[in-house]
């Protein structure tokens, strides 16, 4: 079999083709001894200058969590663990890639590239809902950097301004964060964002807001600005932006920000005659680079005991809220079956005299099990919503939580009671399903029999208070009292989100405001709606002095 040959460029030896491989005599000496066992196990994406090689990464989901490794993590090595989060379009997996090579001691010279994130196309048709990713990189300790890496990759806040999305961010947090295999402490947590971004707009605002309220106060000293897309000028725009946003973070001895300025061209392809300019802003983000590793260095972690605790006090303010729409809506239907059951007896009482054969429909209201999208991934749930079978309350809406026992679920406290449904039931008596409960009401045939003998059982028991009407009436005021239960827990809600929270002052916490108030007009709660009134009044004091 002939075979065709070629000039290895290192050993200047005539061998076979099928035994070179394309790195072999394509790319600079220093680079292939470099990197030999490295390029050998991954794979080539795209020839050039810089050749680009998709790592050969392992990927694992325990317990629902996605991690991806590459290196093999050895006993008693640092680790320094960086979060990051951002606006959709801000290059955070441009800045995850930026952060493994930097670790791996990649240089301008070594004419290569690796990349460890997944493509964005790759990602979106693997999963229909976004996911938090896990990199983990080791082996290179004592090389570039004295420690081994952790990279928490978020989905992008901010999509179309629907919150969905971002509520699915914290609660999968929630689960890296309580989980044994997960997270549960932090060195960095960077907030990734445009250099060129020059004013505060509505949405970037709003990207703001969501990722400072995530988190606890304690946070505040490991909260830094990563700016992407730099042009080698001063990101004194974004800066600013960062500034109007009224974001609690790491400041310098002058009271600034500690930020770092990135460009993205270090996988960009070296031709033509910007060659210099590349080489230049490649160099710029290795010496940010270098400088953020050294802040890192000295940043001591911070646990997230407190940031959990923010997050669930979110979960369980919403689902407190809607718990409590609900009640109202079957309240309506409660006091519209009263109503139509007074006329029903006044009716009764005349045409009985008339007829035996009267009969009446009438409205009764009930909970039915409504379908909403769901699905399963393996073993784990993606969607779904948990719900109470005695108190027949949905009380996590979009649950998230992987497994179907729903042990990850924020609604349940340290004893396994639900903080959500009116009787505050244990979690054996809730069940993971694709539905959930929505008051409705159903037309009901009443015959003369039916009504006669309701209205002689009335007439007979009023002196203990059993009559129809009486329990009708004793049913409505139970259900008034537990909406005022309901508003009473979700007060305390925002005044444990106050003590705690990184940024208390939130959009998540304004939306609710409203309709607490106007809940809250019992004389009992003057000095909650007081309190959340000058709550109202602050946050939009500080909207209306942002504006242009």
């Excluded at 707009?201 to 807001?209: C, G, I, P, Q, T």
């Excluded at 993205?264 to 490649?282: E, P, V």
């Excluded at 009267?358 to 993606?382: A, Q, S």
Aim: net charge neutral; charged share 30%; glycine share 6%.
């Amino acid at each position: 079999m002939e075979h065709s040959y070629i000039k290895h460029r290192l050993t200047e030896k005539w061998i076979p083709m099928y035994q070179v491989k394309s790195y072999n005599y394509l790319l600079p000496a220093q680079a292939w001894f470099k990197y030999k066992n490295i390029i050998e196990t991954s794979q080539l994406i795209q020839s050039g200058s810089p050749k680009i090689y998709r790592l050969n990464a392992v990927t694992k989901i325990t317990e629902g969590l996605k991690k991806v490794t590459f290196g093999t993590k050895k006993v008693n090595r640092l680790n320094k663990t960086i979060l990051l989060l951002g606006e959709t379009g801000t290059g955070k997996s441009a800045l995850i890639d930026l952060l493994v090579n930097y670790a791996m001691g990649v240089k301008w010279g070594d004419e290569v590239w690796f990349k460890i994130v997944e493509e964005e196309t790759t990602r979106q048709s693997e999963s229909q809902t976004s996911d938090v990713i896990m990199y983990q990189i080791f082996g290179f300790e004592g090389k570039t950097l004295p420690f081994s890496l952790t990279l928490v990759d978020t989905p992008g806040y901010g999509d179309n301004r629907d919150d969905t999305n971002d509520d699915i961010i914290g609660e999968r947090l929630l689960e890296w964060f309580t989980s044994d295999g997960g997270i549960h402490e932090v060195h960095a947590v960077g907030l990734v964002l445009k250099a060129s971004d020059n004013r505060l707009s509505d949405r970037l605002r709003y990207v703001f807001d969501s990722v400072a309220s995530l988190f606890g106060a304690n946070m505040e000293k490991n909260m830094f600005a990563l700016l992407k897309h730099s042009d080698g000028g001063p990101p004194e725009n974004a800066l600013t932006a960062l500034a109007d946003a009224q974001i609690k973070y790491a400041k310098d001895e002058q009271g600034e920000p500690v930020h770092f300025v990135f460009n993205n061209c270090q996988s960009d392809q070296r031709t033509g005659r910007f060659m210099r300019n590349l080489k230049n802003a490649w160099e710029d983000s290795e010496d940010e680079m270098k400088r953020f590793m050294e802040v890192l260095n000295v940043t001591e972690a911070q646990t997230l005991r407190t940031t959990v605790a923010v997050i669930n006090q979110r979960n369980q303010l919403k689902e407190c809220i809607i718990n409590i729409q609900d009640k109202l809506k079957f309240i309506e239907l409660k006091k519209k079956e009263i109503d139509q059951e007074k006329a029903l007896y006044i009716k009764c009482k005349e045409k009985m005299k008339a007829t035996k054969n009267y009969e009446e429909d009438v409205d009764e209201p009930y909970k039915d099990k409504v379908p909403i999208e769901g699905g399963r991934w393996w073993f784990f749930w993606v969607k779904g919503a948990t719900s109470c079978l005695l108190c027949e309350e949905t009380c996590h809406h979009k649950c998230t939580c992987t497994f179907l026992n729903g042990c990850y679920c924020p609604i349940f406290d340290g004893r396994d009671h639900c903080t959500v449904c009116t009787n505050k039931c244990e979690r054996e008596h809730h069940v993971k399903k694709k539905w959930i409960y929505v008051p409705k009401t159903r037309k009901v045939r009443k015959t003369y029999e039916d009504i006669k003998k309701e209205y002689k059982e009335g007439v007979k028991g009023m002196e203990k208070h059993s009559s129809t009407l009486e329990q009708m009436q004793q049913e409505m005021e139970k259900l008034l009292e537990q909406e005022h239960e309901g508003l009473e827990k979700s007060f305390q809600h925002i005044t444990r989100l106050e003590s705690i929270a990184l940024k208390v002052d939130s959009i998540f916490t304004f939306k609710h405001l409203d309709f607490l108030i106007e809940r809250m007009q019992d004389e009992k709660f003057a000095e909650e709606v007081r309190k959340l009134k000058e709550m109202k009044q602050r946050m939009e004091g500080k909207k209306n002095s942002e504006k242009p």
